[in-house]
């Protein structure tokens, strides 16, 4: 039985400004943890946001995202409702990214 997929985005464009890449909830049963996988054209920044209670994204981690290499971002506990943006230092860029818990 193949796997089932987290959210994912494919040839997104973003800019030197934040870029909401994508956004998902996690299953109610998730236990062990959220990863994100980041491929992008140009180097730039990912940043990972919490939802919280009020409805407010607070960002919970950045991280710096090589130029065409894949970059793994991973916590080791559930996020129930989390986005991912993207800082380029270049405009015209694209990215291919996925999230999900596990």
């Known amino acids: 039985m193949a796997q089932t997929r987290g959210t994912t985005v494919s040839a997104k464009a973003y800019t030197t400004s934040d870029t ?15 990863v994100f996988y980041v491929y992008a054209s140009t180097v730039g920044t990912a940043k990972v946001h919490y939802k919280d209670p009020s409805g407010t994204y607070r960002e919970a981690q950045s991280t710096a995202v090589a130029a065409n290499d894949l970059t793994i971002i991973s916590f080791p506990f559930p996020i129930s409702d989390c ?5 380029g230092t270049s405009a015209g860029g694209t990215i291919n990214a996925e999230g999900r818990s596990f």
């Open 20 to 34: 909401d890449i994508l956004s998902f909830q996690a299953s109610h049963n998730i236990k062990q943890g959220t």
């Open 83 to 87: 986005k991912l943006t993207y800082v």
